[in-house]
């Protein structure tokens, strides 16, 4: 199964699978581009190099097949978003419409208030899509303060049961976006994601091969 996306210019991808020499080169060549990173001492560079190793093994071993983030300035605000868009085994039955119903239900009963979602006619298929917030514990290292802070995301969320393929296995796409500047969503994100989810494709895998492009972006599974 191949999943044809475009990649938000926006975005730069980030590298799945990373071993430690790896991630080290990636922060430290990310933070010789970024003018808004502040600088980072060695003992810092090598914590955010170990993380960010963890993170992509563990986005690599979860059937991520693209992880992307930005960091640039919107209204004058330093804004940061990560994306991500991943496909899973998923047996939803005989019938995708049935299964994005039944998703739609189960994904907002787990996640409880503040989540609303529905299900809708994308090009793709139907597809199921949540916003909400979630928090999460920022380690000391990323911290401005230099202490762990819980930091509140708006989240976007995005199920689509995939067609079955040529091997017979049902799978179902899963693409995600958050931020921790939740007044930059409506504005600044809702559009960009939108237009990835509007241009995601399915297709069998013929040519083997992997994109590494900005726009469009081709993923196997």
Not at 50 to 55: D, G, N
Not at 87 to 101: I, L, N, S
Not at 157 to 175: E, F, N, Q, S
Request: proline fraction near 6%; aromatic fraction near 8%.
């Amino acid at each position: 199964m191949r999943v044809d996306f475009s990649v938000p210019v926006e975005f730069e991808e980030v590298p799945l699978g990373m071993d430690f020499a790896a991630a080290w080169d990636e922060v430290c060549a990310r933070g010789a581009r970024e003018s808004q990173m502040p600088e980072a001492d060695e003992e810092s560079l090598s914590e955010m190099a170990r993380t960010l190793e963890a993170i992509s093994r563990s986005l690599a071993a979860s059937g991520v097949l693209y992880a992307g983030n930005c960091l640039h300035s919107f209204e004058g605000e330093i804004s940061l978003g990560s994306l991500a868009v991943a496909v899973v085994d998923y047996a939803y039955g005989d019938d995708p419409a049935t299964a994005a119903r039944g998703t739609l239900r189960g994904v907002i009963e787990s996640r409880g208030d503040g989540w609303t979602g529905s299900v809708i006619d994308a090009p793709c298929g139907q597809a199921v899509v949540f916003t909400g917030g979630q928090s999460y514990v920022l380690p000391p290292v990323f911290s401005p303060t230099g202490e762990s802070v819980e930091v509140l995301t708006a989240q976007f969320h995005a199920m689509i049961p995939a067609p079955v393929g040529a091997d017979g296995v049902r799978r179902m796409c899963l693409l995600a976006f958050s931020t921790p500047q939740i007044g930059h969503w409506e504005k600044c994100y809702a559009p960009i994601i939108a237009d990835v989810l509007r241009s995601l494709r399915f297709a069998e895998d013929t040519a083997g091969e992997r994109l590494h492009e900005s726009s469009p972006q081709r993923a196997e599974r």
